[in-house]
């Protein structure tokens, strides 16, 4: 009975923040409903198989995102690349080093959920190297809604235009069914990959290294239906809800203020990158905004194919820094960490 209390406050909760067009609407609305249990006593645990299977999935689907053609661009203007993104990686690592330095939140918590972009994968990997998953999807997903909400605000402003609404979900759309078992496979083999290696995080960084190499060769046409990729996103929010408690909710209500600040900082630091860029490399304004604009890739992706920006060059942007801060931010993050114990020492 619990479980199907869980299924259902989930489903009520998705169909509201996609009423109101909230970005991880399918994985918010699971994780918040996993929350409201936890923190009631109704204890819920689920299965560590099906949570590797779902993070497999995630990775799956974060491939099938990257088209080997976006390298191209990335390629054709790298100097600006490189500065770009570098510059939104130092700014929050140094904010994430601020709130770890004051005690907002523990160290590697603060360092993993300041990092920008790759909102799900950050949580996942998180606590894999000793993290809070907990306050890294409240910090990383607390940034994700503000950041559509001022990348929509700042669109809506520019162009005169609310933009397009998300398309409606369609759970049930026809797949090529050859096409869907291969990607099954690749799935699999992923989480099989992840236990034979035992690496952190390994289910989601494996099926994204694997599904990678056999969509960019041409073997296999990733398909991932809708109502798959549901699954996935309830399974990950419920695994990291149901860890929830009430004191760890209380915890992150008094950090809350000064966790929004860090975000709202943040959003201020890129909005000063992309003056730059539209001062010295020429970028028009909204572009340079929306490419700079600290995660949230898919909104931005849905806020800047309804403008009149330069599409590729924005999701170009925002890809790169994905990619860089999912291999590097283990590495980052573990230093700062480390320095930041040092310093306390």
């Known amino acids: 009975m619990r479980w199907i209390g869980l299924i259902l406050s989930s489903a009520a909760l998705v169909a509201v923040l996609e009423g109101i067009h909230i970005p991880a609407a399918l994985l918010l609305g699971p994780m918040f409903a996993g929350i409201g249990f ?21 990775g799956t ?21 490189v500065l770009c993104v570098g510059s939104v990686i130092v700014a929050s690592l140094l904010l994430g080093g601020v709130l770890a330095r004051f005690r907002v939140l523990p160290g590697s918590t603060a360092i993993w959920g300041s990092s920008p972009g790759a909102a799900t994968a950050m949580t996942l990997m998180a606590e894999s190297f000793g993290a809070d998953v907990r306050l890294v999807a409240f910090m990383q997903y607390l940034r994700v809604m503000v950041v559509a909400l001022v990348a929509t ?22 797949v090529a069914l050859s096409s869907f078992l291969f990607t099954l496979l690749t799935i699999a083999a992923g989480v099989l990959a992840a236990r034979l290696l035992r690496i952190s995080a390994g289910p989601m960084l494996m099926a994204l ?15 991932l239906p809708q ?25 992150a209500a008094h950090a809350f203020p000064r966790v929004l600040l860090s975000v709202l900082t943040l959003v201020a630091i890129c909005g000063g990158f992309a003056f730059l860029l ?14 700079t604009s600290p995660g949230g890739a898919d909104s931005v992706a849905i806020i800047a194919a309804s403008s009149n920006v330069d599409m590729p060059f924005v999701m170009a942007m925002q890809t790169g820094r994905f990619i860089v801060v999912m291999f590097t931010g283990p590495i980052l993050s573990r230093w700062i960490a480390n320095w930041m114990a040092r310093r306390s020492a």
């Open 38 to 58: 936890a923190a009631s006593g109704r204890t819920l645990k689920l299965s560590r198989p099906l949570f590797n299977c779902a993070q497999a999935t995630v």
């Open 61 to 81: 689907m974060i491939a099938s995102a990257i088209p080997a053609s976006i390298f191209q661009e990335i390629a054709r203007d790298w100097p600006l690349f």
């Open 153 to 174: 605000l700042v669109t809506r402003i520019w162009t005169g235009d609310s933009g397009n609404a998300s398309p409606a979900l369609d759970f049930f759309a026809p």
């Open 209 to 223: 290294i694997i599904a990678s190499v056999v969509q960019d060769v041409g073997w296999v046409t990733l398909t």
């Open 227 to 251: 109502w798959l990729l549901a699954l996935a996103y309830a399974f990950v929010g419920w695994g990291i809800g149901l860890r929830f408690s009430a004191e760890i909710i209380r915890y």
């Open 278 to 291: 539209v001062e010295f490399a020429g970028i028009d304004p909204l572009t340079a905004y929306l490419a």
